[in-house]
């Protein structure tokens, strides 16, 4: 990343872009739907492999274990240690 400094020594960084994701994700006990993001040339593996311990994830919905909505929130950051399967929506074919 490249980091530039004006004259009054004010810290500039390049914005790092990227693509939001729609994922279904199962944690120990919720189910949530909603959109997580990965930079446009990686996977979204890559995007959970990296040392950040929390995923963000955006316009999520929260399932309880019967599928029903508990609840709706903008943002919200998710602890790794609790996902159990994350899985793209685009990849996701009924069964």
Known sequence: MITDFDEKG????????KTPVPATIQTLTHRIRGEVYM????RLKD??????QFLAVTN???LNDLGEVEI???????????IVW???????KPG
Not at 39 to 42: L, R
Not at 47 to 52: G, Y
Not at 72 to 82: E, M, S, V, Y
Not at 86 to 92: G, N, T
């Open 47 to 52: 995007e959970l492999n990296r040392s950040d």
């Open 72 to 82: 709706i929130c903008k943002f919200l950051t998710l602890n790794k240690d609790q």
């Open 10 to 17: 004010k810290i500039f960084t390049n914005i790092v872009q």
């Open 39 to 42: 930079k446009p040339d990686e």
């Open 60 to 62: 999520a919905s929260i």
């Open 86 to 92: 994350l899985i793209p929506d685009k990849d996701m």
